[in-house]
């Protein structure tokens, strides 16, 4: 279905957005984007998705061509014309059009997206889900880049062994999901990765939320060892919110079901959402 979309400072239809066969974002990876989603018709923590699009347009050495206020008007605008009830609002910056493929010249291309949100089943919620893991150390975690090699590499095997998700695992150690961030509960404390990974803001409002529940948290490493221990596992995502994960890699995570530290912040975040 065709929407309306913003492209390179107008407004357009969605198939409208055409980009060249030139552009470093096609044959270099070489671009940055954001997904966040709305509450109520208002997009969820949009001033902290903004600030981590410009900051990984910044490592990149790429230019958010339009300022917050301007971003946020944009946004507010597709929001209205497209009357989706809830959305999903996909931002995409990268290099532009190069001459000889490799170049920069200073002419990003930049378009905002938005497509309805689909819920996942609530079983998912009520039940928990799966996670497969897969040896994979990010290049440049800290950005958001368009480089998902590994997860659509993995993508068929994922959905083969009915997984909603993978967690990339190093030497040892887990760091991320694909699309996700990833929070263990032991004895009612929280713990999550820190560094490595590219911090969710999602992840950012749980570790907020959890403190103001007065559920201990800790930013620290984690071995796959010691997460497939774990009482509970969970994972979150900025369209997804809070999954309840129950088996990685086909060990069953605490007793196979939803854990009550999981349960609290789901509920605790769905109470917020609800009144944003």
Known sequence: MNTVAYYNGALTDSKDVLISPYDLGLVRGYAVFDVMRTFNNKPFLREDHYKRLRNSAKEMGLNVPVSSAEYAAIVDNLLRLNGFREARIRTVLTGGPSPDAYSPTGKETFFILLEKIVPLPEHIYSAGAKMITVEYYRECPRIKSTNYVAAMQHHREKVRRGAIEILYTHRGMVLEGS????????????????????????????????????????????????????????????????????????TRIGRGKVGPVTSTLMDEFRKYAATY
């Not at 959890?210 to 620290?220: D, L």
């Open 179 to 250: 699309v996700s961030n990833l929070f263990m509960a032991s004895k009612g404390r929280l713990v999550t990765p820190k560094d490595d990974i590219l911090t969710g803001i999602t992840r950012n409002f749980l570790i907020r939320l959890s403190k103001k529940c007065r559920i201990p948290v800790a930013e620290r490493p984690i071995s796959l060892k010691e997460l497939l221990k774990a009482d509970e596992i969970f994972m979150t995502s900025s369209t997804k919110g809070i999954i309840p994960i129950v088996s990685v890699d086909g």
